[in-house]
């Protein structure tokens, strides 16, 4: 496998994405007129302590989750797309000269990431790709540089290994959600265009911020908080196991007291949670607003959760949906994929490398 973020052009692929509560997997294809059509997605449960903080811990256990989405997914393509979290990767823009040999630029490229790197070069790999003209300086392009230890990527590759697939593309999740982003904008007036969007991606244990300016990432940020805090008060209030109090999260059957006692609560916190991120973002940078919330992740499939948050904030708040255009292959019911939707937005984008051009 070549580590690529930026890899140039692609066969095609799953988009995998391993985070702490599942496997998650997308397919796309071409569609008529030129879009995207879902051929099939899916989603796998993983074990509580299977993957933590980004990192794989149980290598088994994640194989075979692997294992078991790709086989619900029923496709014969085992080339895979995965991606590290941001945490595991260290990436920075750079200018260099125009016009320099692909071998000049290796070369600047190990000088600059010898300067920022903590580690030594050989427990890193690294990958770069030209952004393009510098605003600033017109003989010099912009570069970004990317980096990652040998090792997060060994883990990762480990596991796809394990079920069998082969991995074409490591790519990070931050990027993977701003691809997936730019089809879900299309749920937003004039597609985003010169707006401040906030995407907040609440899974499991973890809310990912990431805010875009006229469609360009400028702020991310992490904070722990998550889905799981909900399920262990179910456990701990009703006396249920973890198993059983994630399923009946989802499809209900809990006592009468879970919708005022748990459930709102949870949704509350939720929401102050998000007026926290806003407000440390409005205080932190030149922006003094956003104009529209994103929600992703699981805890975004929580009935009401936008008018929660939109009203705790005051500002605008919708669910991703990144299949909003998307054709739909014959396999794929409408009201499932639309329930499961913000939780595929990393699985999306990383599926989507297919195209690249
Ligand atoms: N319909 C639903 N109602 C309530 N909660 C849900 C629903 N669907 C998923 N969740 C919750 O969302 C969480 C999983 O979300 P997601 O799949 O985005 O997490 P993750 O990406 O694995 O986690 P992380 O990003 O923290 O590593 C779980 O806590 C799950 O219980
Ligand atoms: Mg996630």
Request: hydrophobic share 45%; net charge negative; with cysteine.
């Amino acid at each position: 496998m070549k580590f690529d973020f930026f890899n140039e052009r692609t066969p095609p692929l799953i988009g995998v994405d391993i985070s702490s509560a599942s496997v998650k997997m997308v397919e796309l294809s071409e569609g008529p007129k030129g879009g995207y059509r879902i051929e099939s997605y899916a989603i796998a449960p993983l074990a509580k302590d299977a993957v933590v903080d980004g990192n794989i811990a149980g290598l088994e256990q994640v194989g075979d989750a692997v294992k078991r989405a790709w086989k619900l997914m029923n496709t014969r393509e085992k080339r895979v797309a995965l991606a590290l979290p941001a945490a595991a990767v260290i990436s920075k823009k750079v200018l260099m000269q125009k016009g320099l040999r692909e071998e000049d630029m290796e070369l600047q490229v190990e000088a600059e990431a010898n300067q920022y790197i903590p580690f030594s070069l050989d427990e890193v790999n690294i990958d770069f790709q030209v952004l393009g003209d510098s605003p600033t300086s017109p003989d010099e392009v912009e570069v970004i540089i990317a980096a990652s230890r040998k090792e997060k990527i060994q883990d990762r590759e480990a596991a796809a290994e394990a079920a069998g697939l082969k991995v074409v593309i490591m790519d990070v999740e931050t990027y993977a959600t701003e691809a997936a982003y730019r089809l879900a904008a299309n749920q937003l007036p004039n597609a985003g265009r010169d707006q401040t969007v906030m995407i907040i991606d609440i899974g499991a244990v973890m809310m990912h911020i990431n805010v875009l300016h006229n469609n360009q990432s400028v702020y991310i940020r992490e904070q722990s908080f998550g889905g799981a805090q909900l399920t262990s008060e179910i456990q701990r209030r009703f006396g249920l196991s973890s198993d059983e109090a994630e399923i009946a999260k989802r499809k209900g059957g809990l006592p009468e007291s879970y919708e005022n006692e748990v459930l709102q609560p949870f949704m509350q916190s939720l929401a102050l949670e998000v007026a926290r991120a806003l407000q440390f973002f409005t205080s932190s940078t030149q922006f003094n607003r956003v104009d529209h919330i994103m929600l992703a992740g699981g805890c975004a499939s929580i009935p009401g959760i936008d008018a929660a948050v939109a009203e705790r904030t005051q500002v605008n708040t919708i669910i991703a949906n990144p299949f909003i255009n998307m054709t739909l292959s014959s396999k794929i019911k409408q009201q499932l994929l639309n329930a499961d939707a913000p939780s595929l937005m990393i699985a999306c984008g990383l599926a989507m490398r297919r195209f690249d051009e």
